[in-house]
């Protein structure tokens, strides 16, 4: 089979194509015949990593969480652990190379069966691999809230105001998505026009320009009792603004340090509103949160909630398996949307 693996931390030219045998799945494993992977941050900062020539915990690493193709064959046990799935099962995957050597970017990959999901019928490939990491961090984000739902579903979100900061960006689309499904008023910062028209087109009911305008403002007029929940990429900068805008009992979940690695807090309105900062990252949130979110997504995937594409507000960059070094580029360059790889011929 064909793969992209690195033997050694660098930028994406340390990244091969090589030939490797096609491996097989062990007890409570799951092999998947990958069709397209998706590229996160996450997929091209653990392979920079500290520096150039940074110990890696494996010989070779194949990069990349995320992806969406069929199951090939199924390990001893995974068959009780996960009865939908079959050899031939539509797929898709999350966490797929977490303290494992392998990923997605690869034709055959084996991953444990929790992290293997079926794919409603009638969902495209490229819909499975942009799911992973945005969509469950998404999810996470919108239930973690001291006064709102664990669970998403149809009205969880209902009467609640959710604030997404970046809601271009492929977690702002997810979070956008799910919330608009659960029932929530969502609205989202964004920084062009362009932006705008992509949030409008995942589902936000209200799009403020923070560039251009009073945000805190703007954001105010739309939700005079307060935002419940804000789903933010960049806390550091945004701390004054969210804490202007939160409801009493307000959640800010935070999943990135963009533009900042560390929070500034007025201390009184943030106590005196009762507001909570919580962290969130997936590959320490815990199986069951995991499973949780699978679940959720599943039955939001069933009602047609997570479509992607630019005329759903989530425009798709896509490379062949041989120029995943160009898809971790395109990533680390901040290009708008989801980068996928085709990896199937």
Same mark, same amino acid.
Do not use: C
């Given at each position: 089979?064909?793969? !992209?693996?690195?033997?050694?931390?660098?930028?994406?030219?340390?990244?091969?194509?090589?030939?490797?045998?096609?491996?097989?799945?062990?007890?409570?494993?799951?092999?998947?015949?990958?069709?397209?992977?998706?590229?996160?941050?996450?997929?091209?900062?653990?392979?920079?990593?500290?520096?150039?020539?940074?110990?890696?915990?494996?010989?070779?690493?194949?990069?990349?969480?995320?992806?969406?193709?069929?199951?090939? #064959?199924?390990?001893?046990?995974?068959? @009780?652990?996960?009865?939908?799935?079959?050899?031939?099962?539509?797929?898709?995957?999350?966490?797929?190379?977490?303290?494992?050597?392998?990923?997605? #970017?690869?034709?055959?990959?084996?991953?444990?069966?929790?992290?293997?999901? #079926?794919?409603? /019928?009638?969902?495209?490939?490229?819909?499975?691999?942009?799911?992973?990491?945005?969509?469950?961090?998404?999810?996470?984000?919108?239930?973690?809230?001291?006064?709102?739902?664990?669970?998403?579903?149809?009205?969880?979100? %209902?009467?609640?105001?959710?604030?997404?900061?970046?809601?271009?960006?492929?977690?702002?689309?997810?979070?956008?998505?799910?919330?608009?499904?659960?029932?929530?008023?969502?609205?989202?910062?964004?920084?062009?026009?362009?932006?705008?028209?992509?949030?409008?087109?995942?589902?936000?009911h209200h799009v403020v320009n923070y560039r251009t305008g009073d945000a805190a403002a703007e954001i105010s007029a739309i939700a005079p009792d307060g935002v419940d929940v804000v789903v933010e990429v960049a806390p550091g900068p945004n701390a004054a603004l969210n804490t202007a805008v939160l409801a009493n009992h307000g959640t800010v979940a935070y999943y990135a340090n963009n533009n900042g690695d560390t929070v500034t807090l007025d201390v009184v309105p943030t106590f005196?509103?009762? !507001?909570?900062?919580?962290?969130?990252?997936?590959?320490?949130?815990?199986?069951?949160?995991?499973?949780?979110?699978?679940?959720?997504?599943?039955?939001?995937?069933?009602?047609?909630?997570?479509?992607?594409? /630019?005329?759903?507000?989530?425009?798709?960059?896509?490379?062949?398996? %041989?120029?995943?070094?160009?898809?971790?580029?395109?990533? /680390?360059? @901040?290009?708008?949307?989801?980068?996928?790889?085709?990896?199937?011929?």
């Amino acid at each position: 089979m064909k793969a !992209i693996l690195y033997t050694a931390t660098g930028d994406p030219s340390v990244l091969q194509l090589v030939d490797r045998e096609v491996p097989e799945p062990g007890p409570g494993e799951v092999r998947v015949k990958i069709a397209v992977s998706g590229v996160n941050p996450t997929d091209w900062k653990s392979r920079a990593g500290g520096g150039p020539g940074q110990d890696l915990p494996f010989p070779e690493v194949t990069p990349n969480q995320d992806g969406a193709g069929t199951v090939d #064959a199924i390990g001893a046990d995974a068959a @009780d652990l996960a009865p939908r799935l079959r050899v031939g099962s539509p797929v898709w995957t999350f966490l797929s190379q977490h303290q494992r050597p392998t990923g997605t #970017a690869q034709e055959y990959v084996v991953v444990p069966v929790e992290h293997v999901v #079926a794919l409603p /019928e009638g969902v495209s490939f490229d819909v499975g691999a942009s799911l992973g990491v945005p969509a469950m961090t998404a999810h996470r984000a919108l239930t973690v809230s001291e006064q709102g739902p664990s669970r998403l579903a149809p009205g969880a979100l %209902e009467g609640r105001t959710v604030l997404v900061a970046g809601g271009a960006g492929a977690v702002g689309h997810a979070a956008i998505q799910l919330a608009r499904w659960a029932g929530a008023t969502v609205i989202t910062t964004i920084s062009s026009d362009a932006k705008a028209a992509l949030a409008t087109a995942a589902g936000a009911h209200h799009v403020v320009n923070y560039r251009t305008g009073d945000a805190a403002a703007e954001i105010s007029a739309i939700a005079p009792d307060g935002v419940d929940v804000v789903v933010e990429v960049a806390p550091g900068p945004n701390a004054a603004l969210n804490t202007a805008v939160l409801a009493n009992h307000g959640t800010v979940a935070y999943y990135a340090n963009n533009n900042g690695d560390t929070v500034t807090l007025d201390v009184v309105p943030t106590f005196a509103k009762n !507001i909570r900062y919580q962290g969130l990252l997936l590959y320490t949130v815990g199986e069951d949160a995991l499973a949780v979110a699978a679940e959720d997504i599943t039955r939001a995937l069933e009602d047609g909630a997570l479509p992607v594409g /630019e005329e759903a507000g989530l425009p798709l960059t896509r490379f062949p398996l %041989e120029r995943t070094a160009d898809a971790h580029a395109a990533v /680390e360059a @901040d290009t708008v949307g989801k980068v996928l790889i085709d990896v199937a011929g």
